[in-house]
Structures are given as C-alpha cells and as structure tokens.
C-alpha cells in the first residue's frame, strides 16, 4: 500500500506565496504520474498541477504562469509552488498517484488546506 504524506498549505493573500510537498512511500516510478488536485466548494477534485515520472509537467489552465510543480525522485517527493495566488484558489489539495494521464488516481494523500483571502 503506497502512502502520501502531505505538507505545507496554509494561509496567504491575494499575490503571496505557497508551498506544498508530497512525498510517497515507495519509489514514484511505476507510478507514471504524481501531482495535485484541488477540491473546492462543488467537492470534486480536479487536477491542479500534475508531473510525470519523466519530468512533464501538466498545469490546469487556472494556474498556469503561477504555479510550478517539481519532482525530485531521490527523494521520492514532489513539490507544488503556488505564487500571485488568488482567492480562487482555495481549497482543500490532495496529492494523487497514477498510472498515466488519464487513468484514475490509485493513491490519495490525507489532504492539506490552501486559504487565500483577499
């Protein structure tokens, strides 16, 4: 059973920064795709931030220019720098691990809050 353990979040205002960290239990490879999803107040997770296993990384168009997703696989962790951060982007972030792109996610991480207030 892979585990995710999460950090970082927090609290921020419109423009700041934030940072969160997911690292996994195993190693990332074999797993093709590591990566953020954001559930907000409809309660669905959509992807945030996600990177593959090769370094590739796939922004939602929401965060794109502001937001850098990172993986060191030594470490087994990925990071997820948010800056110029919005009030839209609030919410609870979990970490995600998959096989591919459009596969489900297998792994969730506990989930880690983001406020960003005006």
């Not at 969160?20 to 990566?35: A, Q, R, W």
């Amino acid at each position: 059973q892979v585990q995710l353990v999460e950090s970082g979040g927090g609290s921020a205002h419109t423009g700041g920064s934030l940072s969160l960290s997911c690292k996994t239990s195993e190693s990332f490879y074999g797993f093709n795709v590591m990566g953020w999803y954001r559930q907000g107040a409809g309660n669905q997770r959509e992807p945030v931030a996600r990177i593959s296993s090769g370094g590739k990384p796939n922004y939602a168009d929401s965060v794109k220019g502001r937001f850098t997703i990172s993986g060191d696989n030594s470490k087994n962790t990925v990071t997820l720098r948010m800056g110029s951060l919005k009030p839209e982007d609030t919410g609870v972030y979990y970490c995600g691990l998959t096989t591919s792109w459009d596969t489900p996610v297998e792994y969730w991480g506990q989930g880690t809050r983001v406020t960003v207030s005006s």
